[in-house]
């Protein structure tokens, strides 16, 4: 699976903060990201899934891998092959 240079097209869109929700496996990367990607590294402040929803409930967009981490997003792409991302609407979007 591509690391976190697959979104450095998104971070330079004016107005975009990446965060990284990443627990475990992964975390390391976002603490020292590929030059010039600015991600905030949140994962080691996250305790269960209820942290998680709060945060989440902060952000106007969810990108993830994490089929887990998606339902709990509002608006969210779930990345199902590197980075081509598979739009979902939210349950009960029209």
Known sequence: MPGLN???????????????????????????????LNVLPLGAELQDFAD???LISALDLVISVDTAVAHLARL???????????TIAPIGAG
């Open 76 to 86: 969210h792409w779930v990345s199902l092959a590197g980075c081509c991302c598979r």
């Open 6 to 36: 697959c979104l450095a097209p998104l971070s330079s869109v004016p107005g975009i903060q990446l965060v990284s929700l990443q627990k475990g496996a992964g975390e390391d990367e976002a603490l020292r990201p590929p030059a010039g």
């Open 52 to 54: 998680t929803a709060a």
